[in-house]
């Protein structure tokens, strides 16, 4: 089955496996705005000193999905690579966009370095909250390459 499964992906285009993580992207930040909810009424968020949970309303909840989706297409440029273990590599895909917002948007905005401007339990709340992206990124996009068998 497995080899079944490496011949699907190396059958898709480049272009296709960008597009399928793209979407799967959206998908895996999705998850991630659902997780603040879930966070926040667990009352985790407002332990960790975070007052709401990422905002559902439109434009607010546009650039969370986009960048996503941005942060979708270096995993499919490196999903034929990672295919063989592809659930851990989206597990630890997250440190990517994690570091990204630690080490360049928080110090843009103004947060500092790993947003300790905010407090550590806020940089600890971040990398909670963003747990879930690498794993449904990678949950969907093998289910929509599985689909193709």
């Not at 607010?60 to 979708?72: M, S, V």
């Not at 895909?93 to 500092?112: E, K, S, T």
């Not at 947003?115 to 990124?137: K, S």
């Amino acid at each position: 089955m497995m080899e079944q499964d490496m011949n699907v992906l190396h059958g898709l285009t480049l272009c296709q496996r960008v597009e399928i993580c793209f979407a799967s992207g959206g998908v895996g930040a999705a998850a991630v705005v659902l997780f603040s909810y879930v966070l926040f009424a667990l009352r985790i968020s407002s332990a960790l000193g975070v007052k709401a949970p990422i905002p559902l309303k439109s434009p607010d909840i546009y650039r969370p999905l986009f960048w996503g989706g941005l942060w979708g297409i270096p995993f499919g440029l490196l999903i034929g690579a990672a295919w063989k273990s592809l659930y851990l590599f989206g597990f630890l895909y997250v440190l990517a966009p994690l570091l990204a917002l630690f080490l360049i948007f928080l110090p843009l905005g103004g947060a500092g370095l790993f947003g300790l401007r905010q407090g550590p339990m806020f940089t600890l709340y971040l990398l909670l909250v963003n747990l879930p992206f690498g794993i449904i990124t990678a949950l969907v996009a093998r289910a929509i390459i599985g689909t193709h068998l």
